[in-house]
């Protein structure tokens, strides 16, 4: 019984979050809405509407560092935000005590995607995200952080529930790190002393 009244909660809170983000994101394309970041360029904008954190999924070919030869994919960073939102629901499925992800979804409108996320509280407070950040790499593999809480946490999804092995890899200063799952995978420690992973 608990468990029913505690899956239609959560139901509730999605589809509110939900109807928030398409408001959100229709605003957002109509030029409605101030960006936080209004001296980048339009594509790398990001805003906040609703306590909703909205990005745009778009590619930026000429300013990456690498490109993807071996893929006639014409929008990775499309496929990379499906892939992201089928990571996300994999570990909602998979309910791990003590790991959180964020609500988030796709709104496709008027030729823009538009990611939209739950904010991890105390996020916009802090300038410094490595001050947060318990798990992965925040700054492009310079640092690589492996915090014990995390690690545990994450042996156990990856490696208990998706058959996924630990390795080791080497961060920037050539010390070596032993992690679950990929070095993207961003595990931050919001203010309310919760475990949040992101970019799944």
Do not use: W
Not at 100 to 113: D, E, F, P
């Amino acid at each position: 019984m608990q468990r029913i009244q505690r899956d239609r909660a959560v139901a509730k809170v999605y589809n509110d979050f939900l109807e928030a983000a398409v408001k959100g994101a229709v605003a957002i394309v109509g030029g409605n809405l101030t960006p936080l970041n209004p001296n980048e360029a339009s594509r790398q904008q990001v805003f906040v509407y609703n306590q909703i954190f909205f990005s745009f999924a778009v590619d930026l070919v000429d300013d990456a560092p690498f490109r993807d030869l071996t893929s006639l994919e014409n929008n990775p960073s499309f496929t990379q935000a499906n892939h992201d939102l089928l990571g996300l629901r994999a570990l909602q499925i998979l309910d791990c005590e003590g790991l959180h992800v964020l609500a988030t979804t796709i709104v496709n409108y008027r030729g823009h995607r538009v990611i939209a996320q739950s904010i991890i509280p105390g996020i916009l407070n802090n300038n410094d995200l490595a001050s947060l950040a318990e798990y992965g790499s925040v700054d492009e593999h310079k640092t690589i952080y492996a915090g014990e809480e995390f690690h545990n946490l994450m042996k156990k999804v990856c490696g208990e529930q998706l058959s996924l092995k630990t390795c080791k890899v080497v961060d920037g200063t050539s010390k070596e790190v032993e992690i679950a799952g990929s070095v993207e995978v961003k595990g931050i420690r919001g203010t309310d002393k919760r475990c949040y992973l992101v970019d799944l």
